[in-house]
Nanobody, 119 residues
Framework: QVQLVESGGGLVQPGGSLRLSCAVS????????VAWYLQAPGKQRDLVAR???????IYADSVKGRFTISRNNAENTVYLQMDNLKPEDTAVYYC?????????????WGQGTQVTVSS
């Protein structure tokens, strides 16, 4: 069964940190790029970070230097370490898998995990 399960969100003060996790099942995980997306209320879902099959990483300009994406192919899991969080990072965060070279996601979206940055 193909499934995406995101976790690790929560309420954090500005400047704080969170580590998101996403467990992926139902695909041959090492053969896919994986990525994190965010969706703020009333806005479209946007790419935050992507890690390709070979390990190279790509980040949205808004999170460069603050967020780090990583993957564990043995555990079919992708992580997003979020440091120096800002109120504008508040959103629901989702993960998904993509075929290498494609910009289209391959799997049905999961529930996401809510990140709220507020004092």
């Amino acid at each position: 069964q193909v499934q995406l399960v995101e976790s690790g969100g929560g309420l954090v003060q500005p400047g704080g940190s969170l580590r998101l996790s996403c467990a992926v099942s139902g695909i041959i995980f090492p053969f896919y790029d994986v990525a994190w997306y965010l969706q703020a209320p009333g806005k479209q879902r946007d790419l935050v970070a992507r890690i390709i099959v070979g390990g190279r990483t790509i980040y949205a300009d808004s999170v460069k230097g603050r967020f780090t994406i990583s993957r564990n192919n043995a555990e079919n899991t992708v992580y997003l370490q979020m440091d120096n969080l800002k109120p504008e990072d508040t959103a629901v965060y989702y993960c998904n898998a993509l075929r290498p070279g494609s910009s289209s996601t391959s799997l049905t979206w999961g529930q996401g995990t809510q990140v709220t940055v507020s004092s």
